[in-house]
């Protein structure tokens, strides 16, 4: 069996990938561009998502487009290709940058003209630009500065420091969180993690809004992982951050819920420590007090000192189910009459997004803006809120782990979603 001839765009991909691991990040643009002309395009530009969503801003030069207002943030919103002509003539090209189903920024390639094999190459480029900016922000300053506009406070940086990315998920599950105000946190976070069957998540609430708040979350969120990681059940996991926080910060504790979802049967474990109870939405309603039990002390000296063992919940959830998480901060904050926003409008806003098609990472950013907007931008409290969605594929699919990914997952679309994006021809950080 012979080898099938490698083409010339192939060819220069691979040159292309073998280059970039060896440039630094601000050089990036610059060797983006050189193999750009050779590909057949005039020159390609990298825009990076800000940490709040709003705008995208390109890795080197001026010119940010909001992620509202533009074909750019379109495609950006959607995960869908689009296509418009520039003032001079030529064409751009908008497509994504994904690594994994996490959403990092767009692309603009712009050309002459555009046939089906030069469209092969972008996407190619830009899946590859996505493994790359990924890999070198975790080692490069310049990348995460391009994606901040303002100033971020040291408790802050401390726990953003520890965030996993915004968006997780294989074809079984989706796993999504937004985190405000994005420059002043006090003691919230999130995680969230895969193994081959299974999604674990955690959500924290530390007591106060300064920096003994962040060291209390970033010491809960070490516990859980080291404990996890240890292939810890659920109980022992909130009992290692228990024990912890009990010894090192006695004066000091946070609410918090962990999760552990079975990605094949669908069964839901989960221990709420002191934090508001989550939200079941099933069929477009959310179910009254499904996910909801007596509650039980924070974590740390609190628990220690009531001498009673974690109560592990559970449940099953249906094919489309979404379970909601969160901080009081949303439900407590003020919108424009006084009053507080709270679960009402909280849950409306998350349903009508998602019943409108929205993915789930693009329902909660829609969510938390229009909050900051009611608030003036200005929120009393931290505003945490992570969604899962659990949506196993048919009964005849692989079990969990063995199949590919979500036909976005790698970048690359399928002929539907090529069709799809290219009908608007007309016209990466933590959370």
Not at 137 to 146: E, G, H, K, N, T
Not at 245 to 251: C, G, I, K, V
Not at 258 to 283: E, K
Not at 424 to 429: N, S, W
């Amino acid at each position: 069996m012979t080898s099938p001839e490698v083409g010339r765009g192939e060819t220069l991909l691979q040159e292309f990938l073998a280059a970039v691991h060896l440039t630094a990040p601000t050089k990036l643009p610059s060797l983006v561009d050189g193999y750009a002309v050779k590909l057949g395009m005039r020159r390609v530009v990298i825009y990076l998502v800000d940490l709040q969503q709003r705008r995208l801003t390109p890795l080197s030069g001026a010119g940010q487009f909001l992620v509202d207002q533009s074909q750019a943030g379109r495609c950006y919103r959607a995960l869908d290709m689009r296509v418009e002509a520039s003032d001079d003539g030529e064409l751009i090209v908008w497509l994504p940058l994904v690594d994994g189903v996490e959403r990092l920024g767009v692309i603009g390639v712009h050309m002459d003209s555009l046939d089906s094999a030069l469209l092969d190459r972008c996407r190619a480029l830009a899946s590859i630009l996505a493994m790359v900016i990924t890999s070198k922000r975790a080692v490069s300053d310049r990348l995460v500065q391009r994606a901040r506009s303002g100033t971020m406070t040291l408790p802050a940086e401390m726990v953003r420091a520890l965030l996993p990315p915004r968006t997780i998920g294989n074809e079984w599950v989706i796993s999504t969180a937004v985190l405000e105000p994005a420059y002043e946190l006090g003691g919230d976070a999130f995680d969230h993690s895969l193994t081959e069957s299974t999604l674990n998540v955690v959500i924290l609430d530390a007591m106060g809004h300064n920096l003994a708040s962040g060291l209390t979350t970033a010491i809960a969120m070490a516990g859980f992982r080291s404990a996890r990681r240890n292939d810890a059940g659920l109980e022992e996991c909130v009992g290692t951050v228990d024990d912890v926080l009990a010894e090192w910060l006695p004066d000091q504790f946070c609410t918090g819920i962990a999760m552990r979802l079975d990605l094949l049967s669908g069964v839901l474990h989960w221990v709420n420590c002191g934090h508001p109870p989550p939200l079941l939405i099933r069929d477009q309603q959310v179910l009254d007090q499904a996910l909801e039990y007596s509650g039980e002390p924070p974590l740390g000296m609190p628990a220690k000192l009531a001498g009673t063992s974690r109560e592990v919940h559970r449940t099953v959830l249906e094919p489309g189910d979404r379970v909601l998480l969160y901080t009081d901060g949303v439900t407590e904050a003020r919108i424009a009459d006084g009053g507080e926003f709270g679960l009402t409008g909280f849950t409306g806003s998350i349903i009508r997004a998602t019943s409108a098609g929205e993915l789930a990472s693009e329902a909660l950013r829609q969510l938390i803006h229009a909050l900051l907007e009611r608030q003036g931008d200005g929120l009393r409290d931290d505003a945490t809120i992570l969604l899962l969605e659990w949506r196993p594929p048919a009964q005849d699919a692989e079990t969990p782990g063995s199949g590919e990914a979500d036909r976005r997952h790698d970048g690359v679309w399928t002929g539907e979603e090529t069709a799809r994006g290219s009908g608007g021809t007309t016209g990466a950080e933590g959370c």
